[in-house]
């Protein structure tokens, strides 16, 4: 059964504390995907990949780090520097190709500061 | 960049009434506008979606409408039923640069029995 698997579902931050967000994905797809939900919000897109080793910067990347070292796996760091990490993240794959092809979410992660 | 507003931010209708949200684009270049339901604490789905090179789509009780020229699209649920219930977004992309796409803020739609 393919899709996108985020883990943890449900994560605590202490002060000055670095966590990592897990998104895995068997889709075969490309690009991959980090969006923050606060409540009663939009999408903020953190950063996207379209191949592996290489990264952008989306719309609120201060604070938050990503690697993509292999094309199933798109960690998610929440450093230290995020000042107001309490959030809903999504971890989202397309694929990629000159028309424009819909995204696949995961489950989501929801962080807290203790 | 592209823009993407959305209104109403919210939606209330009585079961078996319609229900219509729209999405205006600031990026003529934009080319595919899918549309997603996002259930409470779930992750967001696609509901439908439309391309550049068609005008409205359908999807039994689900349409999207297109119009370029104004760059306005929306969404179109008839009959609607308590398990529409949801946050609805809207999003645009180019289709390039990764599928990037950008999104709306949102319409919560509550379907009252």
């Known amino acids: 059964d393919g899709g996108i698997t985020q883990s943890p579902k449900y994560l605590f931050r202490k002060e000055g504390q670095n966590v990592t967000l897990s998104c895995e994905q068997n889709l075969n797809h490309d690009a991959m995907y980090w969006y923050r939900q606060d409540p009663g919000q939009g999408l903020r897109l953190i950063y996207y990949?379209?191949?592996?080793?290489?990264?952008q910067k989306g719309d609120i990347a201060e604070g938050y780090s990503v690697s993509r070292e292999k094309k199933e796996s798109f960690p998610l760091t929440v450093t230290s520097a995020q000042k107001n990490p309490t959030a809903f993240y999504l971890c989202?794959?397309?694929?990629?190709?000159?028309?424009?092809?819909?995204?696949?979410f995961g489950d989501g992660t929801r962080l807290s500061i203790l | 960049g592209e823009n993407v507003e959305q209104h109403p931010s919210t939606l209330s209708v009585q079961e078996g009434d319609s229900a219509v949200i729209k999405c205006t684009y600031s990026?003529?270049?934009?080319?595919?506008f899918p549309w997603y339901k996002q259930e409470l604490g779930k992750r967001p789905q696609l509901i439908i979606d439309i391309r550049s090179n068609v005008g409205e789509k359908k999807d039994q009780r689900i349409a999207v409408t297109l119009n370029k020229t104004a760059k306005h699209f929306s969404l179109h649920i008839t009959e609607t039923q308590p398990e529409d219930s949801a946050v609805y977004f809207c999003?645009?992309?180019?289709?390039?640069?990764?599928?990037?796409?950008?999104f709306g803020d949102g319409t919560t739609l509550t379907v009252k029995p």
């Open positions: 990949s379209q191949i592996v080793n290489d990264f």
């Open positions: 990026d003529s270049a934009s080319n595919y």
């Open positions: 999003a645009a992309s180019k289709g390039t640069n990764a599928g990037k796409s950008t």
């Open positions: 989202a794959s397309s694929s990629t190709g000159g028309a424009g092809q819909p995204q696949h």
